[in-house]
């Protein structure tokens, strides 16, 4: 099992539960290419109607933030509470949003 | 129970009885082989797509073998005809209840009756009888998946490593002389065929040659020449000696308990 060359590459599952919603990670899979990946997705997570469309993404194509660059990518953010918009009277007209 | 009680055995309409046992006997055997795969697949994704397809045809079988027992009207249902009917009556093609072997094998079984079972399935949406093409209605969709992954995967481990083509042509050898026997025609398609009801299944050789061709070139693998066709699953005349043996395994807990449920 160590020898590389006898597995299939690794795919990150993505499935949008249902209209008007986005595709969310639900999990990974083998498979030997692209088609085979959407096949394998449909047998191991759409078994229970879970989904109306599926994204593979091979799992080396993706990059991922480094957990070590944590402080200087996020913490700046903490402190600027005037970022969310939270400071403004919505107009009752507008209704909900 | 669905037919009063004043029916009679005479007024059976054996051919349609027997096409219809044709049909879930096929899937029956099919779903219980490959069933057996649960839990033993190569690969995780491998095992719970088996584990699908096996479930998928249980389910036609509830309905082929459903409609059977009300066509008879005897009182039985699709359990007792699954679970209580012993070999010799059973009415599968030979291919169906052909043993998994390994993987390779068990692809191209799955496969060859794959493209056959799609092909009828469609034809069948036009029956001239509604319960029969409700059923189809509901199948081919099913049906339409299975041989889009069988057909690929043949494809992608025939034209894959030495070992796998090795394996897949070994397999195709080995299950060819059981494609014959989908297309021949008897009595009781040749009546059925009449009533519009089914097609003749010599009709689907064409296209089903068509279709197999082109996989198999994908495949990089070749059909031997000659048509033997081992014969006497669908019409019960002469099971292979592997069918008695998965009823053991299949019907032994209505055997040793019978009337069990849960």
Not at chain 1, 75 to 88: A, G
Not at chain 2, 48 to 61: C, E, F, P, R, S
Not at chain 2, 149 to 168: K, P, Q, W
Not at chain 2, 222 to 227: A, L, P, W
Request: hydrophobic share 40%; charged share 25%; aromatic share 8%.
């Amino acid at each position: 099992m160590s020898d590389a060359k006898t597995e299939w590459p690794l795919w990150e599952v993505f499935i949008r539960g249902q209209h008007g919603l986005s595709h969310r990670h639900v999990g990974s899979l083998h498979a030997p290419d692209a088609e085979m990946a959407i096949k394998n997705a449909r047998d191991v997570y759409t078994r229970r109607n879970e989904g109306v469309s599926i994204w593979v993404v091979e799992a080396t194509q993706i990059t991922a933030s480094s957990p070590s660059d944590k402080g200087p990518l996020y913490e700046p953010s903490e402190s600027k509470v005037y970022r969310h918009p939270t400071f403004f009277d919505i107009p009752k007209d507008v209704g909900a949003m | 129970m669905a037919t009063p009680a004043s029916s009679t055995a005479a007024q059976l309409d054996e051919a349609l009885f027997t096409f219809l046992l044709r049909m879930g006997d096929n899937t029956l055997v099919l779903g219980h082989r490959v069933s057996e795969w649960c839990g033993h697949a190569p690969v995780l994704e491998e095992d719970i797509a088996l584990a699908n397809t096996a479930l998928d045809l249980i389910g036609q079988t509830q309905m082929w073998l459903g409609l059977a027992a009300d066509v008879e009207g005897q009182g039985r249902s699709a359990d007792d005809l699954a679970m209580l009917r012993d070999v010799w009556d059973f009415r599968n093609l030979l291919l169906v209840e052909q043993p998994n072997g390994d993987f390779g094998q068990t692809i191209m079984r799955q496969y060859l009756f794959d493209q056959f079972h799609l092909l009828l399935l469609r034809a069948l949406q036009d029956s001239a009888d509604d319960r029969i093409a409700g059923i189809a209605a509901k199948a081919v969709k099913e049906v339409g998946y299975h041989v889009e992954r069988s057909a690929e995967t043949v494809i992608g481990l025939g034209d894959g490593t030495e070992e796998s083509h090795g394996r897949m042509q070994a397999a195709l050898d080995w299950l060819s002389p059981y494609v014959g026997e989908m297309f021949v025609s008897d009595e009781i398609d040749a009546e059925m065929a009449t009533r519009g009801i089914v097609p003749d299944p010599a009709s689907l050789r064409a296209p089903y040659d068509a279709a197999l061709a082109e996989v198999l070139a994908k495949a990089t693998l070749s059909r031997h020449e000659g048509d033997f066709a081992h014969q006497g699953g669908k019409t019960g005349f002469r099971h292979s000696e592997h069918l008695g043996h998965m009823l053991t395994q299949m019907q032994w807990l209505q055997r040793a308990y019978p009337g069990a449920a849960w």
